[in-house]
């Protein structure tokens, strides 16, 4: 099985070793992208993060009073679980242990439901982010874009500020 590393040393060595075969195609243009810096900066991606967050704003301002309740009632069992009845007692036991699934499975549920989302709309940013860098590699001629796997690339050769400009027009 190859690798990402693999395929991209056979991608630049095919491209070096065609500049020997043949003259004509010895300009080679190759571009490099920082997706690092694309997913910290698109603004498709900060709009999808602002979205998220307006999205699920209300239900986790749900699990924070829920998480003060419960607090609130552990305090009350441990400064008057004393003076309580048993009876008393073991009720409001049983209802913070109640409390303490229900916020559980709340939790997990909303953290479950958010990643979703994230998922969601990253997957779609991705796709934006791909189209638009593909299109920029055939108006500007392009005949390689390279992204991950690549040890340095010069500012020449870095065509991430381009990209995040033409997202910004989106």
Known sequence: MINRKH?????V????????ANPAAAEIKIGFVDLAKLSENAP???AAQGKIDAEFSSREK????LQRKLAKQEETLSTDGDVMSSTERSNKER??????RDLKRTQEEFRDDLNIRKNEMLRSVNIE??????????EQKFDLILA??????????DI??????????K
């Open 95 to 100: 209802e913070i242990l109640g409390m303490r």
């Open 160 to 169: 991430t500020g381009q990209i995040l400009k033409r997202l910004g027009e």
């Open 7 to 11: 395929s991209l040393l056979i991608a």
């Open 62 to 65: 749900e699990l924070i009073a």
């Open 44 to 46: 498709q991606i900060i």
């Open 13 to 20: 060595s095919v491209a070096a070793l065609s500049l020997f």
């Open 129 to 138: 982010i791909g189209n638009a860098i593909e299109a920029y590699a055939k």
């Open 148 to 157: 991950q796997g690549v040890m340095y690339a010069s500012d020449k050769v």
